[in-house]
């Protein structure tokens, strides 16, 4: 796993764009606050710079020629562990919730504010840095070492994105804490707005990996009308339980 960042100046950051011009304006942003740009045009030369000089963060635009993004993120994932953020020039919304499925931890729907990817840039890179101050969080067969960023289920390793870490840390911080969507991306996040679907999608993915059965969740429960709840100590599910 790669070391994060201590400082936007030691963070390396993959451009994959095949449009020139926002790949120039968006490395030229980024640059310009401190981080260290690699480009790449498309799929197989972004796996290349990847293989070569692993990124801190990846910058991805969804619709490339021949590999798309899906794909690359797919590839890169495989690889390692690395933040991705997602650029689609669609405003679909199945284009963005597909882009979250394959573990893209944020995305950006182009025409955008190059000012506002870089906070978001900043903002996931933030996320991802261990926290020192923190201690093992463990409950329900689940360890979060928030240190290390590292996590595990009963004892086997889980592969968790930046968000999904940061989710399941803070679902073991707050047992029993029903929260909505706008809560959880408040605290998450750290976005006072955004698409909920995000956490939908994040919710749904972290119950895959952390659920026996994540068609009926236990652990990560729905509230009706209100958001989810993490419950170590889950009462059983009945047979015509919902998941949202």
């Known amino acids: 796993m790669q070391q994060q960042p201590s400082g936007p100046a030691a963070a390396r950051i ?3 764009d095949d449009d020139p011009t926002v790949a120039e304006v968006v490395a030229g942003y980024l640059d310009r606050a401190g981080y260290v740009v690699d480009h790449a045009e498309d799929g197989p030369a972004a796996l290349a ?7 801190h963060l990846v910058v ?16 890169l994932r495989a690889h390692g562990p690395v933040p991705v953020i997602m650029l689609t020039a669609r405003g679909d919304e199945d ?8 573990g893209a931890d944020d995305y950006v729907t182009k025409p ?11 903002s996931v890179l933030r996320r991802a840095r261990p926290d020192a101050g923190t201690g093992l969080l463990r409950s329900a067969g689940l360890t979060v070492d928030p240190a290390a960023r590292r996590a595990a289920r009963n004892g086997s390793p889980l592969a968790l994105t930046v968000r999904e870490f ?3 840390a803070f679902f073991l911080r707050n047992p029993g804490r029903a929260c909505s969507r706008e ?9 006072d707005f955004g698409d909920l679907s995000t956490v939908t999608v994040h ?5 895959g990996k952390v659920e026996d059965d994540p068609a009926r969740p236990r652990l990560i429960q729905t509230v009706w009308g209100v958001g989810y709840r993490f419950d170590p100590t889950p009462t059983p599910v009945d047979a015509d339980g919902r998941e949202d």
Not at 60 to 75: N, S
Not at 183 to 191: Q, T
């Open 14 to 16: 993959l451009v994959v």
């Open 49 to 55: 710079r990847a293989a070569a000089h692993w990124p």
């Open 60 to 75: 991805l635009d969804l619709m490339l020629p021949g590999m798309d993004g899906l794909e690359v993120c797919r590839r």
């Open 95 to 102: 284009d963005r919730i597909l882009g979250l499925e394959v």
């Open 112 to 122: 955008f504010s190059p000012r506002e990817l870089v906070l978001r840039v900043e």
């Open 166 to 168: 940061d989710l399941l």
């Open 183 to 191: 809560d959880l991306m408040r605290e998450v996040w750290g976005w």
């Open 203 to 207: 919710i749904r993915r972290l119950r």
